[in-house]
């Protein structure tokens, strides 16, 4: 209810401004209305600054129908005040929605929420649908109790974790399920999700008319509480192929390997947001989008009314999206990440699985002690390039139990850590990083030193010797070269 | 009727000084602009009521661009004359 004021209390404002005292401030204000009205039978308009205008307009005499009787009648001509304000007193009164602009509204901007939120309203106002209305925010609770942890656990854990949790989950939602008997709108939210909950729970998984999926259309129909539930998995399907085993797996094997349906629904969540998106849409009914393909929608629809849903929000809808395409990105990366360490790190790297080269390694071996006839050097530079070398010849041996002939390499390494070792290891190295072609250019015998020519530099020597730079910072330490950019001409280096 | 008419009419009927009267005037509609808001109306026994009303927003479409706007929603000051002031205008 509005709150009154009285001309009274503006008197009384102005007598607390200061502005005048009680009684003129009382006949001033009475006074001013009534010249106001004056005004208008005299002129038939008053003007008055900072407040606005009145304005007598004359309206003249028409005819009418009684909508009740259907009688015609006739409405007397009038005359009516109109008041329009100044600007500048419409500016003082709009002063809270000041901030509001006029926006111009693009072709594609959705309108359509405007209408949702309209249907909504409707529909609070009709009254119906209450407890649906309460099981729609149950349902939104298991929703979020979902939502979080996946969260979490997709922001800082390693993918497996995820899957785990996702498939608690899942095995929490159908628990609710049965306990409190919550149809559709436990069904449809819960694995709402995403896919993996959305695919494991499908015990009862419902003929939805999706050709696609074979598996599922030889399930019972009976269960209503499952139909909303292949519609998630069922986009997902239509727009990636690898999707498509998914629910061939997950429905013979149902609960038996959830996990492993889970991982893989992961994947399809993770390269898949529209589908996603576009089954957020199926459940938010009210609220289409550009993006989502027609003719899935019509049958999610056809499957979602007989089961009385009622929409959710749709400022949650657009957040949940979000989180969703980020638990996504997040999974992918990860493993994209762990494909890479085991497919890339492995094959490329680990010597040893490359069939061909244990053999080069070998006959390295065999080579090494007749080449390593060089005098005896320092040991302390030594030890240097040949401990990181170490590692790799050493886990052949422990990967490769059958070779042998590697055996050799590893026992003399502790037998005889010294300037042998410097000489041999690097080589080894080298032989078992670069094929072939390596091997053998280095195989013919090099010589202990190298005279300093003109226009030699560390560089060149190492590359002209062993075929690569790698050996430059072993010249130096060898021959204790203060400046590696300066070596004089016809200066000894000797060579590792 | 305009501002300076009214100002002189109004010292008239109130035996205050123009000058005066055009300073209470000015006050008296920007204590009006301060005290009503969206729930408080000015009720003028004998003349009318004077109270603030919300426009909702709403999309107005141009006949000729076709593009369309989105109004934002605003506070109005509306004035309904009373029953005593319409009587004496018939």
Known sequence: MKKRILPQDLSDYLVQNGHANRKEADTFVRGFFEVVEQGLFEDKYVKIKGLGTFKLVSVSERESVNINTGERFQISGHTKVSFTPDTAMKDLINRPFAHFETVDLNEETDTSEFDAIDLETERLMA???????????????????????????????????????????????????????????????GPAEDPATAVTPVNTVTPEPQQEVPATSTAPTSAPAATPEPTPATPAEVTTEASAEVTTEAAPDQADAPELSALEADEVHATTPPALAFHEEEISVSAPQPITPVEPKGTATDSLSPSNYTYRETPRKSKRKIWLKRVGMTLLVLFGMGLSYFAGYYRVLCPCSIPGLETYFEEEMADEPAAVTTPATPAAPADKPATPVAQPSAQPVATEPDSLAQQPAPKSQPQSPKAEKAAQEPAAAKKAETPKPAAEKTAPARPATHTVRKGDNLYKISRKYYGSDKYVPAIIKLNHLKDANTISHGMKLKLP | MNNKDFINALAEASELPPKTVQKLATQLTAGMADILDADTSLAVQGFGVFEVKKKLERIVVNPNTRQRKLIPPKLVLSFKPSNVLKDKLK
């Open chain 1, 127 to 189: 009254g119906e649908d209450f407890p649906e209305n309460e099981e729609d925010e149950t349902a939104e609770e298991v929703a979020d109790e979902t939502d979080l942890p996946e969260a979490v656990a997709a922001g800082t854990e390693p993918e497996a974790v995820t899957e785990e949790a996702a498939a608690a989950e899942a095995a929490a939602d159908e628990k609710d399920l049965a306990e409190t008997d919550l149809p559709d709108a436990a069904g449809t939210d």
